[in-house]
């Protein structure tokens, strides 16, 4: 891909947000809505520059320049909330990916499980946040359970379908080459599912995201989410905007991340091409 072509294409993927920047930032100028409800983009910019700005001047006896830019409010409140993220679906998916392997590849371990799998399925992880609260108190063991819960089952669902859809032909192409159980559950069944267990993984980060805020709402006293809700009980909306920014940019960088992860695992894998 030339400079010019990518040039073309990061215009494109900014033209929309760009659009959508400007034409709030003129309602709000205008005076339509009240900026209490609806800070200008200005606003929030100058608020989250405010939240990411250190909290005292620079002392070089308290430490490095460096610890001192990562002083702030924000990048507290982030690390935080990524640290939730991590271990919650760091257990989420230690826990799922095994299940999900032995489901997609023993008839009778899907039979025993799915039933009670499709019964807590459709229970969001927010319903069980009073039993959170009463099975671990408050702080970050709760937070903990209720984002492995959130990712637990998209990476659970995925991995059983990629095991359950592999082509029958290259069994019986492994098989007929002589492949023991094990030759053909680690190099034919593990490989082929990878596609569906990656988009699991991907999808289940983005739950992880949604209950991290929740759960920092309710049962911490740190995070972003705790911070947003902050800002509500003083009605500082652009500061609400600028941690639910922060929220998406964090989220965009794991997303590219896993993209190109993706992309790298994946590379024998023909998809959508041009």
């Given amino acids: 891909m030339t400079l010019r072509s990518q040039a073309i294409r990061l215009a494109r993927q900014l033209l929309v947000p760009a659009i959508v920047i400007a034409a709030w930032e003129g309602i709000s100028r205008a005076g339509w809505v009240s900026p209490i409800v609806l800070p200008a983009p200005s606003q929030v910019l100058l608020r989250w520059i405010d939240y990411a700005r250190p909290l005292a001047p620079y002392d070089p006896a308290e430490g490095s320049r460096l610890a001192w830019i990562f002083s702030g409010e924000l990048p507290h409140d982030a690390l935080a909330s990524l640290i939730r993220v991590a271990g919650g679906f760091a257990l989420g998916a230690v826990l799922a990916l095994p299940l999900g392997l032995l489901m997609g590849a023993k008839p009778m371990v899907y039979e025993l499980m799915n039933p009670l799998v499709q019964i807590l399925r459709p229970i969001p992880p927010i319903a069980y946040i009073p039993l959170a609260i009463l099975w671990f108190g408050l702080g970050n063991p709760p937070a903990f359970f209720l984002i492995s819960l959130g990712a637990f089952f998209p990476i659970l669902m ?114 959508m091409e041009g």
């Fill in 158 to 271: 995925n991995t059983i379908a990629g095991v359950r859809n592999v082509d029958a032909i290259y069994l019986r192409a492994a098989k007929n080459l002589g492949a023991s159980e094990w030759t053909l559950f680690w190099r034919i069944m593990i490989p082929a599912a990878m596609p569906y267990i990656l988009a699991g993984v991907r999808i289940g980060i983005g739950v992880a995201f949604i209950v991290v805020i929740v759960a920092e709402m309710i049962a911490v006293n740190s995070g972003l989410g705790y911070r947003i809700l902050e800002a509500r009980e003083y009605f500082w909306s652009d500061k609400v905007i600028a941690g639910m920014i922060s929220i998406g940019l964090a989220g965009l960088g794991i997303d590219f991340f896993m993209n190109r992860l993706n992309g790298w695992l994946l590379r024998w894998h023909r998809g």
